[in-house]
């Protein structure tokens, strides 16, 4: 699967992860949550990493710009402050997806560079 992975203090790099649960581990540095970003994109990050008071780690790898969706439909934003390694990647029927090389802009708009 193609994402733009977020590794702590470092430019984002497109890339191939494995899509299996294991992989993901280890590429967030243990158990992942998933937050929305759009009906098409997802940021996944460690489950401890997105309240702003992360384990182990004292800096913020990066704020995003997180919409807020009610019913399916975005009715703001909010800054959200992300501490450990991340990536993005395309989400539909329930399923991570590659995201397409044409979307990373899109993507580093909302999550800086």
Do not use: W
Not at 14 to 31: F, H, L, R, T, W
Not at 43 to 58: S, T, W, Y
Request: hydrophobic share 35%; aromatic share 8%; with cysteine.
């Amino acid at each position: 699967m193609r994402v733009l992975n977020y590794y702590m203090g470092k430019k984002p790099v497109y890339m191939d992860i494995c899509n299996a649960p294991e992989k993901i581990k280890s590429v967030v540095d243990g158990q992942f949550m998933i937050i929305p970003l759009s009906h098409n994109y997802i940021l996944v990050c460690n489950e401890h990493q997105p309240a702003g008071k992360p384990r182990g780690i004292n800096k913020i790898n990066r704020i995003i710009t997180v919409p807020k969706i009610v019913d399916g439909f975005i009715t703001g934003v909010r800054q959200k402050p992300i501490s450990g390694n991340f990536f993005i990647c395309s989400y539909s029927n329930g399923e991570m997806k590659d995201l397409h090389d044409g979307r990373i802009k899109e993507i580093i708009a909302l999550c800086g560079m």
